[in-house]
DNA sequence: GAATTGTTGTGAAACAAATCACAAAATACG
DNA sequence: CGTATTTTGTGATTTGTTTCACAACAATTC
């Protein structure tokens, strides 16, 4: 049965991004060992929190001597499924597509489109070194690459439809950039990223704080920010 | 004093966004009336959340009669400020850039890209209809154009010098694609789209289910979900 | 090697969000 | 007009998350 399945993505898992980032940061600037409060002043958050989360994916530090940075990210790796390539078809060489496919991070975190696809003729040719092929060939490279998760960049009207193509073969999991909630089983992991929402929110949030500026409320102000 | 501010937009705002996004569809579909149930089913939440969520941002319904689809949508357009246009400065028109500022679906909610900035003399040309500006106007247009929210999508590497310029400039708001947390004063909301974390978010999940499944151990996978 | 210091890890407490349960209101129907 | 039905709106309850507080422990000092 198809439902709308949101997927959040836990806020623990969000702060574990982060001190990754931050680890791999301060590993490359030689540093070697943290302590929670480290990461916590870098990151933004309360050290309570840093090894709360810690605690919460089974990472051990050593009490009075912190963390070894290497250990941290050897477990984060392994929780991110790291220490393996993960292949991801794009669909939709629009411009987002394009954006997309020429992003180097994604390789740099072992994440690799191994290919795109467009429905449009005149975009089927190589473009930054990752071929764009027709709709037709799905099926086989999804199954020759073992693909399993999607980035999903085509109009609106589309997705569904595409959405729909792309668990056929297999997909489980589709980073949607389109603005709809995509109807799929349960099983299927949706990442709805709304660019239009992510903007307008940011208004929201501006205008509230001139408004209560002018009254100097600022109480109301912070409980909605969270570090 | 600058630190790191991480906004984090509600989860009730969200869902404030997917409702109004239904609305609108329903309300093109001809309908005039809907009811919480009906705005619940289709955006994957439980009628109590829905109707709960109106009542923080004070929306009324009719008992019985549900909610009048126009007076809803106008009520939101208050809640966002929608009722008046928002101009945007984008700085950074590599790939990401470019791709958003061709974005239609900005112009259509009222958020107008006035101009866009690049370091870049061979990108100071106009493109897609949108100026591509020197930085050395971004006070002149940000004044002009009263500017107080800004698209940050440069290099990582300079993306806290170009958020203080913006800053020293009146911006207020800023949301950075670039995978950094910048450091703000407390009135600078910021919201940071990590594009690589929200792929591998993904990844994480959908290996996660892919292990559970072979435990049939469904509960844990339900508790990481939300509707 | 005992006392001191600094840091982790985690139960308990406080806080926040979602769900439940139902009274109140509006409408429909006999 | 009164009873049944439907849906809202919201207190009460449950569930989830963050912060607090401190015991446990490792390292350091004397
Ligand atoms: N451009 C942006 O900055 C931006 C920002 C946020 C969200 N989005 C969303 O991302 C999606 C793509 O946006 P865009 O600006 O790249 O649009 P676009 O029109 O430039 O690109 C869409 C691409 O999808 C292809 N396509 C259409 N139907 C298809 C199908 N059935 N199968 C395969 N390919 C198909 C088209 O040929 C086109 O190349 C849209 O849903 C849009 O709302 C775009
Ligand atoms: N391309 C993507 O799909 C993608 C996805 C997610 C995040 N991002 C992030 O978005 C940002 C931009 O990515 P991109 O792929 O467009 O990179 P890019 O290199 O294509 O574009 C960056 C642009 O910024 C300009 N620039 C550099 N320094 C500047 C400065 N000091 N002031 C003004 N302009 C300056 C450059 O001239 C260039 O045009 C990066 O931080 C990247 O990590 C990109």
Redesign the pocket.
């Known amino acids: 049965m198809k439902q709308i399945t949101k997927y959040v993505i836990?806020?623990?898992l969000k702060r574990i991004f982060l001190y990754r980032a931050c680890l791999v940061r301060l590993k490359l600037m030689g540093v070697e060992k943290?302590?929670?409060?480290t990461l916590a002043n870098e990151t933004g958050?309360?050290?309570?929190?840093v090894?709360?989360d810690?605690?919460e994916f089974s990472?051990?530090?050593?009490?009075?001597?912190?963390?070894e940075i290497n250990d941290l990210l050897g477990k984060m790796e392994d929780i991110f499924h790291r220490n393996k390539d993960h292949n991801i078809v794009l669909i939709g060489m629009g411009n987002m597509g394009l954006a997309l496919s020429k992003y180097s991070k994604f390789v740099q975190r072992n994440m690799n489109i191994v290919a795109t696809f467009d429905i449009d003729p005149f975009k089927q040719k190589e473009r930054s070194g990752i071929p764009v092929y027709s709709m037709s060939r799905l099926k086989e490279i999804i199954e020759r690459f073992k693909v399993k998760v999607a980035i999903l960049a085509v109009p609106e009207i589309s997705a569904q439809e595409v959405a729909d193509e792309l668990m056929r073969h297999g997909i489980k999991g589709i980073v949607n950039f389109a603005p709809v909630l995509l109807k799929v089983p349960p099983d299927v992991v949706i990442n709805n990223v709304n660019l239009c929402d992510e903007l307008e929110s940011v208004i929201y949030y501006v205008h509230k704080q001139l408004k209560i500026d002018g009254f100097k409320n600022l109480e109301l102000l912070y409980?909605d920010m969270?570090?």
Chains 1, 2 share one sequence.
């Open positions: 836990k806020n623990s943290v302590f929670s409060y958050v309360t050290s309570e929190q090894r709360k810690f605690s990472i051990k530090g050593n009490k009075r001597g912190g963390y409980r969270k570090y």
